[in-house]
Structures are given as C-alpha cells and as structure tokens.
T-cell receptor
Framework: DSGVTQTPKHLITATGQRVTLRCSPR?????VYWYQQSLDQGLQFLIQ???????AKGNILERFSAQQFPDLHSELNLSSLELGDSALYFCASSPGQGTYEQYFGPGTRLTVT | GQNIDQPTEMTATEGAIVQINCTYQ??????LFWYQQHAGEAPTFLSYNVLDGLEEKGRFSSFLSRSKGYSYLLLKELQMKDSASYLCAVREEGGNNRKLIWGLGTSLAVNP
C-alpha cells in the first residue's frame, strides 16, 4: 500500500458525460501527478500540482482539467467524454516538486460506452 | 524530440538472469527511473540513477551511461512473481518544466 488513495476504483459512463476522479496523496506529500494509461499509449503524464499550484503540464486535453485543494487532495475532471478516454487513470504523489520517487495510487478504471 | 525505447516483450526462466535495456533521447536529462507494474496494478518504484554506473538493490540492479543515453535493469534469481511490466522513465529538467517521460514498458514473462 503506497498511502495514495483514489476514488472511485471503477467508473462506467456514456460518451458526452463528465466525471470527476479524486486523489488523496500520501501524508506529507505536496506534489500530485495525474497519469493516463491505455494499452496502446503506455503511461502518459497529464499534469502535476505542487502545494495547490500547477507545476508541470503534459499531454492533457483541453476537455480535462485538474486542481489541488488546500488539504492537498486533487481532482481530475474529464468532460465531453469520448470512447478513446477509456483508460486507467493513476494519481501519484511525492514529497517535493522535483519529481523524485513517485508513489502511485491504485488507479481509477474509466470505461466510456 | 523526446524518445524512450524499450523492448516490448521478454521471456526468461525461473532462477535465471535477465537484462532489460532502455535507450533514451531527451533534453535536460536529470535522472532515470525504473518502475515495476503488475497487470492492472499501480507502478512501484524500483531504482533511480542520476550518475553513471551501477546501483545494486538486492536481486535488482540498474545501470546508467549518460553519454550513451542508455540504461539497463538487471534482475537476478528470477522468480515467478517477477512477471510484470518494467517501465523506464527519464526525468527532464528544462525551464520550469520538470516531468517524467515514460517508456511503453517491457512485459517480462518468467516461465518455470
């Protein structure tokens, strides 16, 4: 158990809908990272927050947004969902902002039908 | 551009040694990570190299050559539970953007 929690574990929704994925980092970690993993694309970095502020941006679509709250939990919002958004979404945390070892949560499996 | 290459699949026998290679072309290199990921589970950290040379950690070792843009993960005394995907990731550092660039992973099957 990494200490990172993610909810929900599974999510099934229809195209065009909007969903919110939630992540709580390990106690004391200030950085949160969001990743998307699909079979053909591997692990894709989406976005990083450090102590409430956006720190780095990867291949995140405009339909996706995220934020980190004062209590350091983070939410990833996915809107206008498409079939291709079906994937495993991982959250990871680390103590600092320099991407040292990252601790991954169990992931949320999103299925868009 | 950014590019990380690893073999897609490898097969080895229980008790043997296997070497998984990773080559990279990135800008502002500042460290290389190896993660293990079992199917349907989260990646877990294995090793980190920032200087050239070999880092040993029990049955697992990782090597880095920055001049060649090359790393390998060496797994000794293979066990069935080592069947997993092994992900190579490079930390870039350029400007304000520090992020990990991930390879697609090498799926290792350990046979009895």
């Amino acid at each position: 158990d990494s200490g990172v929690t993610q909810t929900p574990k599974h999510l099934i929704t229809a195209t065009g809908q909007r969903v919110t994925l939630r992540c709580s980092p390990r106690s004391g970690d200030l950085s949160v990272y969001w990743y998307q993993q699909s079979l053909d694309q591997g692990l894709q970095f989406l976005i990083q927050y450090y102590n409430g502020e956006e720190r780095a941006k990867g291949n995140i679509l405009e339909r996706f947004s995220a934020q980190q709250f004062p209590d350091l939990h983070s939410e990833l919002n996915l809107s206008s969902l498409e079939l291709g958004d079906s994937a495993l979404y991982f959250c990871a945390s680390s103590p600092g902002q320099g991407t040292y070892e990252q601790y991954f949560g169990p992931g949320t499996r999103l299925t868009v039908t | 551009g950014q590019n990380i290459d690893q073999p897609t699949e490898m097969t080895a026998t229980e008790g043997a040694i296997v070497q998984i290679n990773c080559t990279y072309q990135t800008s502002g290199f500042n460290g290389l990570f190896w993660y293990q990921q079992h199917a349907g589970e989260a990646p877990t950290f294995l090793s980190y190299n920032v200087l050239d040379g070999l880092e040993e950690k029990g049955r697992f070792s990782s090597f880095l050559s920055r001049s060649k843009g090359y790393s390998y993960l060496l797994l000794k005394e293979l066990q069935m539970k080592d069947s997993a995907s092994y992900l190579c990731a490079v930390r870039e550092e350029g400007g304000n953007n520090r992020k990990l660039i991930w390879g697609l992973g090498t799926s290792l099957a350990v046979n009895p």
